[in-house]
């Protein structure tokens, strides 16, 4: 019997103590503020409106959150649009693009496909006889075979005039690394002569630079006279039309091409020089007869 008074009354108790669910928890009661760690997990109950307005913690600082909306986000340099850019600028992007455009245009013996396709093996030609190891070669050949010294003062000269050229346009292209209008495979001369990138023309730098040293240095009939300038032109022109080069690349290269002229007739070497050079790269001492 006293057990069983004992569980009865004990159930009593459990009855009589309330119960502290939430669910059953008054309304009255102020909510605590969650922290800022919490909010993320756990989904804060829905406040009344005039609790709505005001904040958890008034000694809070908001004035970074004002900064934020005030101040806008900065684009970076390469987001945004110029809008007034400069005359010299648009002038520029314009011949640019009608370089470009016009050299596509003359590109006609750049495939065997191409309209001109037919004749391109001879503007290959063409372009070959103005190409830098064809002239070093045949500078050399003379040389050996020449037997006076004005002739090897001559040719010794234009041999040192051809590695200048050769020299220079090669630090210039490997300075600017501009791209033909075709995507075209430099060859194996190409490679021998540094002859990769597209701007300035190395042949059209070569043959007038090569034409203005013969057509100084040699007594040339004006027939022939024309036909060496011509020659130069049609050589700078031949890789134009191989898709090599652009208009600007031939243009550049021919006014490179004068200016190695008048820097080689500036320093001139005169015929004891060329005798002693001669003497050295023949690996023979004794003086020229």
């Known amino acids: 019997m006293h057990r069983h008074t004992c569980r009865s009354g004990s159930r009593q108790n459990l009855h009589a103590i309330p119960c502290y669910r939430p669910e059953f928890m008054s309304l009255n009661q102020p909510l605590r503020c969650v922290n800022s760690e919490t909010r993320g997990t756990a989904r804060r109950p829905a406040q009344p409106k005039h609790q709505a307005s005001q904040p958890c913690d008034p000694q809070e600082p908001t004035d970074s959150a004002n900064k934020d909306r005030k101040e806008p986000a900065k684009l970076p340099d390469e987001d945004c649009i110029q809008l007034n850019p400069s005359f010299k600028g648009i002038a520029m992007s314009s011949l640019l693009a009608i370089d470009i455009c016009l050299s596509k245009r003359l590109g006609v013996c750049a495939y065997t496909s191409s309209s001109w396709g037919s004749v391109r093996s001879m503007i290959t030609l063409l372009a070959l006889t103005g190409h830098g190891i064809t002239w070093i070669f045949g500078t050399i050949v003379c040389l050996t075979r020449s037997n006076t010294l004005a002739g090897q003062e001559v040719l010794v000269n234009l041999l040192l005039a051809l590695l200048l050229d050769i020299m220079t346009v090669a630090g210039v292209q490997k300075l600017i690394k501009r791209k033909g209008p075709w995507e075209m495979t430099p060859g194996f001369l190409d490679y021998c002569a540094m002859d990769v990138y597209s701007f300035p023309a190395a042949h059209a730098s070569r043959a007038a630079m090569v034409s203005k040293f013969l057509l100084s240095h040699l007594v040339l009939?004006?027939?022939?006279?024309?036909?060496?300038?011509?020659?130069?032109?049609?050589?700078?022109?031949?890789?134009?039309?191989?898709?090599?080069?652009?208009?600007?690349?031939?243009?550049?290269?021919?006014?490179?091409?004068?200016?190695?002229?008048?820097?080689?007739?500036?320093?001139?070497?005169?015929?004891?020089?060329?005798?002693?050079?001669?003497?050295?790269?023949?690996?023979?001492?004794?003086?020229?007869?």
């Open 221 to 289: 009939a004006v027939p022939l006279r024309i036909l060496l300038v011509l020659w130069a032109f049609l050589v700078g022109m031949s890789r134009v039309l191989l898709g090599r080069h652009h208009l600007t690349d031939m243009a550049c290269g021919f006014a490179l091409g004068l200016l190695h002229f008048s820097l080689v007739e500036t320093v001139w070497l005169s015929s004891s020089t060329c005798q002693t050079l001669i003497s050295i790269g023949t690996l023979s001492w004794s003086p020229f007869y």
